[in-house]
């Protein structure tokens, strides 16, 4: 069981490779592509597509069998094929697999990062100069309440009632 986790470790981490290795360039696929279909159908060599780059899963899942079932076959020279051998190569693809999905998963988010960092830096400078306004507003504000208290004197003004009497309503 032991053996399994770390394959299964090791299978995600070749999976990330993987998947960051054809985000980087598709050569192997273009010429898989351009040996397998006539002209009018190959790929353009602007297109990004790979083996599990951009791909759906279930073309993912058979790319990364075939590439195992490869491997397992050179490797059935060098020990025998039991129980053991399908459970590590079942959790070889698996680990594979849920590796590339990890790594698109992180390639999608730091992306995302690299987008609201403007944003989030313009915001963050706004906020700052918000904020020396308002301090700025505030202390004025102050200085202001003092100096209007100091110079307006109480005048004696009419009560409410003699107001209402003038006006005739009382």
Same mark, same amino acid.
């Given at each position: 069981?032991?053996?399994?986790?770390?394959?299964?470790?090791?299978?995600?981490?070749?999976?990330?490779?993987?998947?960051?290795?054809?985000?980087?360039?598709?050569?192997?696929?273009?010429?898989?592509?351009?040996?397998?279909? =006539?002209? @009018?159908?190959?790929?353009?060599?602007?297109?990004? /597509? #790979?083996?599990? !780059?951009?791909?759906? &899963?279930?073309?993912?899942?058979?790319?990364?069998?075939?590439l195992f079932l490869l491997g397992i076959l050179i490797v059935q020279f060098?020990?025998?094929?039991?129980?053991?051998?399908?459970?590590?190569?079942?959790?070889?693809?698996?680990?594979?697999?849920?590796?590339?999905?990890?790594?698109?998963?992180?390639?999608?988010?730091?992306?995302?990062?690299?987008?609201?960092?403007? =944003?989030? @830096?313009?915001?963050?400078?706004?906020?700052?100069? /918000? #904020?020396?306004? !308002?301090?700025?507003? &505030?202390?004025?504000?102050?200085?202001?309440?003092?100096?209007?208290?100091?110079?307006?004197?109480?005048?004696?003004?009419?009560?409410?009632?003699?107001?209402?009497?003038?006006?005739?309503?009382?």
């Amino acid at each position: 069981m032991t053996i399994e986790i770390i394959i299964f470790i090791a299978a995600i981490l070749l999976g990330v490779v993987i998947y960051w290795r054809e985000s980087r360039g598709n050569k192997i696929y273009l010429f898989f592509n351009k040996i397998m279909n =006539s002209k @009018e159908l190959q790929m353009k060599d602007t297109d990004t /597509k #790979g083996f599990v !780059f951009q791909q759906n &899963f279930v073309l993912r899942f058979v790319y990364i069998a075939v590439l195992f079932l490869l491997g397992i076959l050179i490797v059935q020279f060098l020990i025998p094929i039991n129980y053991a051998t399908i459970s590590l190569f079942a959790s070889m693809i698996f680990g594979t697999l849920i590796g590339t999905y990890i790594a698109g998963a992180i390639f999608k988010s730091s992306e995302m990062i690299e987008e609201q960092t403007e =944003s989030i @830096e313009e915001k963050f400078n706004e906020v700052v100069e /918000k #904020g020396k306004d !308002f301090i700025e507003d &505030f202390q004025s504000k102050e200085t202001k309440d003092v100096e209007v208290t100091k110079e307006v004197p109480k005048v004696n003004e009419k009560s409410a009632r003699e107001r209402l009497k003038d006006k005739g309503l009382l």
